[in-house]
């Protein structure tokens, strides 16, 4: 298990951006997969971004929601994953969570079961 402290969140307005910070507590993030999920009152957890290493360099995935406004990025000196968050809107309201995972060949690359360890959440209002 991975202890992941996410800070960041808060209040902004529509058309702001904020950035999310998630430090996990590891020698090195390289074995893991770090993504970022978002839950808003009365849904469902859902996938916002994921950052993962392997032999050909790093990849990154996004929701179509967040594609083109949010970037996810990792510093390896700080064992710590950033969520860059541009051009809010409204319905990007929700408590953001980190998570941390090794790779699961059996489970799709987007779902919630390739994390293991999961942050407290942040909340993040946006509003109009």
């Known amino acids: 298990q991975v202890q992941l402290d996410e800070s960041g969140g808060g209040l902004a307005q529509a058309g702001g951006s904020l950035r999310l ?5 590891v020698r090195t993030l390289r074995p893991y997969a770090m993504g970022w999920f978002r839950q808003a009152p009365g849904k469902e957890r859902e996938f916002v971004a994921r950052i993962e290493w392997n032999d050909i360099g790093t990849s990154y995935y996004y ?3 967040v594609k083109g406004r ?6 390896n ?3 710590t994953v950033y969520l ?3 051009s809010l ?4 309201t929700a ?4 998570a941390a995972g090794t790779w699961k060949s059996t489970v799709d ?3 919630r079961a390739q994390y293991d360890s999961w942050g407290q959440g942040t909340q993040v209002t946006v509003s109009s």
């Open 77 to 79: 000196a700080k064992n």
């Open 63 to 65: 929701a179509d929601s």
């Open 109 to 111: 690359r987007l779902s």
């Open 70 to 75: 949010f970037t996810i990025s990792r510093d």
């Open 89 to 92: 809107k409204p319905e990007d």
């Open 84 to 86: 860059q968050m541009n």
């Open 95 to 98: 408590v953001y969570y980190c």
């Open 21 to 25: 910070s998630c430090a996990a507590s």
